[in-house]
């Protein structure tokens, strides 16, 4: 190609720029076919993103994001600050999906392990009342507890340093901060409320003849007190301190998750509850592991009456998060779900280069 085809390529400002300052330079025609190939590679990737953004305008708004997240995290390494923490135990046994109205007790089971959660109750800094407090759920309850279990196995500490406020924990969880009767404020203080007043127990068996169960508050202590916000109503303080015996355990089982991934799933109880699961089974499998229908609804299918209409809602569910990692080596059939043994690569977040924790010989 000669130097005026090369010329007739170069269209940008800047580019036209470089070529005007190299006339009369004795490697003009080299610098003016350089200049040329950086606008080609220029073009195919205007070119790559526009296709890119063509394909998205046909998505939902939740497919886009879902799209945007894949190419996220397939490009841009993980680093540590994308990495977050939740007890493995909550991967495997998780909190309501919808508001159990009028019940003080949650029981899931799954395999040999087993989560109960009981309400509590908190003084309301306002009455001097103990106010009872109903059980946390949805996807909001998991969100603050993946923050603070992060907090805890960052800082290495049971008492952790968190946000002053609880508008400065929803900006440090990536969502707008808004008030009224509908807004973020009042569903995450909810959710931080119900958690902070509960307790749970982590029953484990061996499948013959031992057991353990572990009675675990998540937190010791926290404190809440009234402000002149009407908006905000209550702030909470800027330490959250665990209870030893639940931080112990959480930095023996912490789970680690990429929080890009949990964004793109923060409207949806049970999609963050399959990511957190899938990235525990998938960091220990060694040989193809087959799961029936039957454990999957009782795994994920708490909201579900039927396990016709539990297949139908999981299915759809699984090819979101298939959206996000689609190489995940998980598939679904008549007879239910297949994993198969996975490369680190192709993990949620790649697994530690250690022995696998005791906790997982006990799951089905």
């Not at 953004?53 to 497919?63: F, K, L």
């Not at 999957?296 to 809602?313: C, E, P, T, V, Y």
């Not at 996000?324 to 998980?330: A, D, G, T």
Request: aromatic letters at 8%; one cysteine or more.
């Amino acid at each position: 190609m000669s130097a005026d085809e090369h010329l007739a390529m170069i269209r940008d400002a800047d580019l036209l720029a470089e070529v005007e300052r190299a006339r009369g330079h004795f490697m003009f025609k080299t610098i003016v076919e350089h200049i040329a190939h950086k606008q080609e590679q220029r073009d195919a990737q205007q070119a790559k993103q526009s296709a890119v953004e063509a394909r998205r305008a046909a998505m939902s708004r939740d497919q886009r994001r879902r799209d945007a997240v894949r190419e996220v995290i397939e490009t841009t390494p993980s680093t540590p600050e994308n990495i977050q923490h939740i007890h493995s135990v909550l991967a495997l046994c998780s909190l309501p999906y919808r508001e159990p109205k009028g019940e003080r007790e949650f029981f899931r089971e799954y395999g040999r392990n087993t989560l109960s959660i009981m309400a509590g109750r908190l003084k309301n800094p306002k009455t001097g009342q103990m106010e009872v407090q109903g059980l946390p759920y949805g996807p909001k309850a998991r969100l603050v507890l993946l923050h603070l279990c992060t907090e805890a196995v960052r800082q290495r500490s049971a008492r952790i340093e968190v946000a002053d406020s609880l508008s400065g924990f929803i900006k440090q969880m990536g969502f707008p901060v808004t008030g009224g009767e509908r807004g973020t404020l009042r569903q995450f203080k909810e959710q931080l409320n119900r958690l902070a007043a509960c307790t749970m127990q982590i029953g484990l068996w061996d499948g013959a003849s031992r057991s353990s169960t572990l009675n675990v508050p998540p937190f010791r202590q926290l404190d809440i007190w009234l402000t002149g916000n009407s908006d905000q109503g209550l702030l909470w303080s800027n330490t959250v301190q665990f209870h030893a015996d639940f931080y112990d355990n959480l930095i023996q089982h912490a789970l680690p998750v990429d929080i890009r991934a949990a964004r793109a799933f923060s409207g949806s109880a049970r999609k963050l509850d399959m990511l957190f699961w899938l990235g525990y089974r998938l960091r220990t499998v060694q040989r193809p592991l087959k799961l029936t229908w039957d454990n999957l609804h009782q795994q994920f299918g708490s909201d579900n009456a039927s396990i016709r209409s539990f297949k139908q809602a999981f299915k759809g569910d699984l090819a979101h998060i298939k959206e996000v990692f689609p190489r995940l080596r998980v598939s679904l059939d008549d007879a239910g779900m297949l994993l198969l043994p996975t490369d680190p690569s192709e993990l949620l977040v790649q697994p530690k280069r250690q022995k696998v924790e005791k906790l997982s010989a006990s799951a089905v």
